[in-house]
């Protein structure tokens, strides 16, 4: 197991150092090309668990009022204590605070997650996936948690990834959870 994590935390540190050496026109058109492809995929009834995407991570600063135009209602993330995360409904963007980890995160009533079973489509960040549907994150076990009571594919679980992202093979360990899917600028991967 220890090698399984080594290579892991090797490979996270060179996709990081990768995300950070992506130009900005780069990282623009690639959010262009997978709004477009995640479009296909929403309608106005649904309900999305997604995250707030922070510097160079896939979406776009401006991706969670994007998804709430197309869709109903959309859940985000707040991290808690033991690397748990509850769910809170996205209420625009002055309904949303800085954690203590940096990350933006919603205000108001929330839900632990087992809410995530009602959703009709679950975004999860990844750090890469490949092409078995396994998703590296970044290092935490939060997602893989917050995801292990669900049935495959109930809700469909997407992962937005680069290019160089979606790779032939992650080190993996047993508590890491499976996507269903990887999006990309070229489409929509279903595992």
């Known amino acids: 197991m220890t090698s399984s994590i080594t290579a892991k935390n090797e490979l996270r540190a060179r996709l990081v150092q990768a995300r950070r050496e992506l130009a900005s026109e780069d990282h623009d058109a690639f959010t262009a090309a997978v709004r477009e492809h995640l479009e296909s995929e929403l309608t106005e009834s649904m309900t999305v668990a ?8 896939p979406g776009g600063a401006d991706f969670v009022p994007w998804l709430k135009e197309h869709v109903s209602r ?6 808690g204590e033991n690397g748990t995360l509850t769910f809170a409904e996205y ?4 309904a949303m605070r800085e954690s203590a ?21 679950v975004l999860a960040p990844a750090m890469a996936v490949d092409a ?5 994150g970044k290092g935490g076990g939060y ?3 917050a995801l292990e009571p669900l049935p495959h594919g109930k809700p469909p679980v997407f992962a937005m990834v680069y290019p160089t ?9 047993d508590h890491d959870r499976k996507v ?11 595992f």
């Open 50 to 57: 997604a995250y707030w995407p922070l510097g160079s991570e």
């Open 74 to 79: 959309v859940l985000l993330p707040i991290s």
């Open 91 to 94: 209420r625009g963007k002055d």
């Open 101 to 121: 980890m940096g990350l933006n995160e919603p205000q108001g009533p929330s839900f632990d997650s087992s809410v995530l079973a009602e959703c009709d489509l």
């Open 132 to 136: 078995k549907g396994n998703r590296m």
């Open 143 to 145: 997602y893989d948690r």
């Open 165 to 173: 992202e979606f790779v032939d093979e992650i080190p993996t360990e």
């Open 180 to 190: 269903d899917a990887a999006v990309t600028a070229e489409g929509i991967t279903r």
